[in-house]
């Protein structure tokens, strides 16, 4: 394959998921995580953080749930994640953030967030949202809210399912329109076990009903499971020179891209190209140079100059030369582009747990939102699976089984 395979591993990574509570103020469509049961103290997560310390090297912990925001000490623990030398971003639906409540969190050091907006969703802040379309105003206010406190990093997550899969482009072409204040955008491809076919579900030999665990979906979820080539031609329907330039593979299928990351350069008008692997190499190798870790989140300042650092990468770099040479040429044509300003925004793919035609599990590997459970390192995908049975769910063909 011809991108850029991230190095990162099961204990060195650039991101590790912790998840501080259960409790959810959103019921969406397909969601596997319950409700209800609480929040962890601030005792259990010390000891979760204590395991990642110990076990795990990364440069970023996402606080997840449920839904962090609903955690009456989360500004403590975004605290206690940043005096340990973390970056804390949070994975939120956005229901629960207020301006004082992220003034707080800012003083307590955040370093972003990734807010997920989708409409298996129904939200009382975006009541009318036929289309994912629909919740870009409702997106444009959460980013334009974090641009105002100013130094923090926005990220959108949204599930796409077969339903959903031609409205991807609405939302690619808003995020297009504000590269300076929506840095990353991820789609994040929907699973359930009917999608993967005739298979049947056994912990510890017994046979179990995996389809229980997940949300009553209706027309929602759509009749099958995609993989991140169908995204990609979507983008591409707004974004005709999309190219990702960096990936991880899956565990049992390593042709496969689990993770497909694609960083655009331009600005609110144009795309002057996208990163090439060998400009994504040479950033997640200088930060590990310079910090001794592999690099997730970046800082808005970083991506505001990161675009004219590409463009000047393109002086030991061909691929990046395509870019340059039309950057010069728009500026040529308007010399208000070098005022614009050129940034960096990523678009990333998330394909998730595949079943293999055999019932073998491909996970991501080198996953980045692998979690602590009872002291363990976990996929956090498949946690719920854990925690119902006591070990993770083995599939079967039907006519094997």
Known sequence: MRYYRLPWSFTDNAISWLEVTTSCNLACKGCYRPKHGGHKSLEKIREDLDVFEKHRKSDCISVAGGDPLVHPEIVEITRMIRERGWKPVINTNGLALSRELLRK???AGVFGFTFHIDTSQKRKDSPVAAAEGDHNALRQRMAEMLAQAGGISCAFNQTVSSTTLSQVPEVVAWARRNPEIVHTVVFILYREPRLYGDFDFYAHGRKVPLAATYEKTSDWAGNRALKASDVIKQIRKVEPGYEPSAYLNGTEDPESTKWLIATRVGNERETFGYVTPR???????????????????????????GGK??????LIDRGMRKAAKRFLQSALRAPSTLARGTHLQTFTIIQPVDILPDGRMNMCDGCP????????????????EVKKYGCFVNAAPRDAA
């Open 369 to 384: 939102d692998i979690t602590v459970h009872e002291g363990r390192l976990l996929w956090s995908c498949r946690l719920e």
């Open 309 to 314: 650092a590409a463009l000047a990468f393109s």
């Open 105 to 107: 969190l800012k003083s």
């Open 279 to 305: 400009f994504m190499e040479a950033v997640q190798q200088g930060h590990r140079l310079l910090r001794g870790r592999w690099l997730s989140y970046s800082s808005p300042r970083f991506l505001s100059a």
